[in-house]
Nanobody, 122 residues
Framework: QVQLVESGGGLVQAGDSLRLSCAGS????????MGWFRQAPGKEREFVAT????????YYEEPVKGRFTISRDNAKNSVYLQMNSLKPTDTAIYYC???????????????WGQGTQVTVSS
């Protein structure tokens, strides 16, 4: 079992930055791939970024490449999403998930946090 709690969301202006955090509890946090997904109003939840258990591999969805950076600190059982140059289209609820195998499909993730709202005004 892994429990996940996101934090760091808020209301910002276009061009600003935010850093989301996801704190995990439970055993073997470092053995899980961690991912960030987001869900905008009226849309399906979509993949944003993922990072391997060791932190040595990262993958990003095209719309956020070069603007977002995923990282993790296994000593703190935490994963982060640094979001720069934010756009109004980044407005969504952001969720972190834990997966034994990784991937870009939410069905691959076994555990989820409750989400944190990010709102970007123009």
């Amino acid at each position: 079992q892994v429990q996940l709690v996101e934090s760091g969301g808020g209301l910002v202006q276009a061009g600003d930055s935010l850093r989301l955090s996801c704190a995990g509890s439970g055993r073997s946090f470092s053995s899980y791939w961690m991912g960030w997904f987001r869900q905008a109003p009226g849309k399906e939840r979509e993949f944003v970024a993922t990072i391997s258990g060791s932190g040595g591999y990262e993958y990003y969805e095209e719309p956020v490449k070069g603007r977002f950076t995923i990282s993790r600190d296994n000593a703190k059982n935490s994963v982060y999403l640094q979001m720069n140059s934010l756009k109004p289209t980044d407005t969504a609820i952001y969720y972190c998930g834990a997966s034994a195998f990784g991937g870009i499909n939410e069905g691959s993730y076994d555990y989820w946090g409750q989400g944190t709202q990010v709102t970007v005004s123009s």
